[in-house]
């Protein structure tokens, strides 16, 4: 199957900085792609829609100005988590492919201090 | 809306015995629908699909048949392995319109398989 892949793969930082997370599709071109918010032991939450070219779609109670999503080239998308606080520390996880079959990036662990 | 339901876990089962997890759910469209499988510490891995109605699904030695007349895609397998021990996902998509691509999950079934 096709490859997702994120960078990095953990990241701890301070309260109050912010965070870059890439997803990159390594062997196909991704005009949407997706990021998944996943809390320990528990499902995964659909964030938001990455679209090439133009504004992300966010679902309902993410904060947009929070989670800054770009997707600069069919190959890139980046979340930026802003102003990170400890509520924020969760396994982000992006996806990328076709309608019917999304491939998933191995996921970035985000701890917030 | 849409949504999928998982059977609660956790599963604790020998090596080889049988496995099933069972997956019902709703949707508002014709979803398909899929097994993704989760590692410790790693991504989701898609494990097998099904698009439509008496569809069969099988990888690795799981199968799920897509059964419409009961909102069912249930996981099985004949002798599970040690190996098989991870986070099982059931989820659909609906092809068209806003839900472009947007899984939706089941809240995921623990599997541990001891030797």
């Known amino acids: 199957g096709a490859v997702v892949s994120q960078h990095p793969s953990w990241v701890i930082c301070k309260s109050g900085t912010s965070v870059k997370i890439e997803c990159r599709s390594l062997d196909f071109q991704a005009t949407t792609m997706f990021w998944y918010r996943q809390f320990p032991k528990q499902s995964l939450m659909l964030m938001a829609t990455?679209?090439?070219?133009?504004?992300?779609?966010?679902e309902q109670g993410v904060e947009k100005d929070k989670f800054l999503i770009n997707h600069a080239s069919l190959t890139l998308s980046t979340l930026t988590v802003t102003s990170a606080h400890p509520e924020d520390s969760s396994f982000y996880i992006c996806?990328?492919?076709?309608?019917?079959?999304?491939?998933f990036g191995p996921g970035t662990r985000l701890t917030v201090l | 809306g849409n949504s999928v339901t998982q059977m609660e876990g956790p599963v604790t089962l020998s090596e080889e015995a049988f496995l099933t997890i069972n997956c019902t759910y709703t949707a508002t469209g014709y979803p398909s629908l899929f097994w993704y499988v989760q590692y410790p510490g790693e991504g989701l891995q898609l494990l097998l699909k099904a698009t439509k109605a008496d569809d069969k699904g099988s990888n690795k030695g799981f199968e799920a048949t897509y059964r419409k007349e009961t909102t069912s895609f249930h996981l099985e397998k004949g002798s599970v392995q040690v190996s098989d021990s991870a986070v099982y996902f059931c989820a659909l998509v609906l092809a068209g319109g806003t839900s472009y691509g947007k899984l939706t999950f089941g809240q995921g079934t623990i599997l541990t398989v001891h030797p």
């Open positions: 990455s679209n090439e070219g133009s504004k992300a779609t966010y």
């Open positions: 996806s990328g492919g076709l309608v019917d079959t999304q491939y």
